[in-house]
């Protein structure tokens, strides 16, 4: 029973909680709702043309120490066999990616001499910029498979585990509405991991808010990309595909093959 003479010590509790904001309970836990998040991730699956606008700041390290590059970041995907992202800085063209069912390319401009690297299907190197890949880190894939779709506390995972060691996880809010991070790890156990962010000040996509920051890290490695604007127009422009019209308008100082790149 708590009397005046000693009240001054709940006094002072109730101040500190006024202090703090309240003393308040954690929220409560609440199922992931399957359905919906299988509905948010069909929606984005559906789509074959994706346009993105942004910015992008690379972070990596070598010999040389720690780097950090900005720059406006342009991305066309076409279904899961077409992608194309180009970087730009100041206006001037620092780095133009690709991938199609013919091969890869990669124009660096930023050293020199500039070059162009094409990686033809039998050269026995790994696309810079994959489509499926790509679309499985913005959490715009679908549900492979096979996939295990999840409902746990405050969230819907859904998961992935290949023949050859290799897995995946996309993880999405507790209303099933938004991909909050995506994790792959290929059969070597290398691991990329994408984390979505602040989907309230985001672009929407099939009618859904999307994040307005997705950062992907690869082991030391981040890209940490500022989404201004996404859309998924009726057709793309051929020639971002196209590497042949692209090298006549960026003219590297030299071409190299996939085998015979550094």
Avoid at 3 to 30: D, E, F, H, K, Q
Avoid at 165 to 177: I, K, R, V
């Amino acid at each position: 029973m708590v009397t005046w003479a000693n009240s001054s010590c709940m006094r002072g509790v109730i101040a500190l909680c006024i202090s703090l904001g309240g003393c308040t309970s954690p929220p409560p836990t609440v199922p992931g709702d399957v359905h919906a998040a299988g509905e948010t991730v069909q929606a984005f699956s559906e789509l074959d043309a994706v346009h993105l606008r942004g910015l992008i700041e690379l972070h990596w390290a070598d010999d040389q120490g720690s780097h950090i590059e900005q720059g406006d970041l342009e991305v066309w995907i076409k279904g899961y066999t077409h992608a194309s992202a180009r970087v730009t800085k100041f206006g001037d063209v620092y780095l133009w990616t690709g991938t199609t069912p013919e091969g890869d390319f990669t124009f660096d401009l930023f050293s020199e001499p500039t070059t162009l690297t094409i990686g033809g299907p039998d050269d026995g190197v790994e696309a810079v910029l994959p489509a499926a890949t790509l679309r499985r880190l913005l959490g715009i894939a679908g549900i492979p498979p096979g996939a295990t779709v999840t409902s746990m506390e405050n969230a819907v995972q859904i998961t992935l585990k290949r023949a050859d060691g290799s897995h995946e996880t996309l993880d999405l809010t507790a209303d099933g509405s938004q991909v909050t991070r995506v994790t792959i790890t290929d059969a070597r156990g290398r691991t990329v991991t994408a984390d979505h962010r602040d989907h309230d000040e985001g672009p929407m996509l099939a009618a859904r808010g999307f994040a307005r920051y997705v950062d992907v890290r690869s082991g030391d490695n981040l890209a940490r990309i500022l989404l201004a604007e996404l859309s998924a127009p009726e057709a793309l422009p051929s020639a971002v595909f196209d590497v042949e019209r692209l090298q006549t308008a960026l003219r590297p100082d030299r071409v190299l093959s996939g085998r015979h790149a550094p």
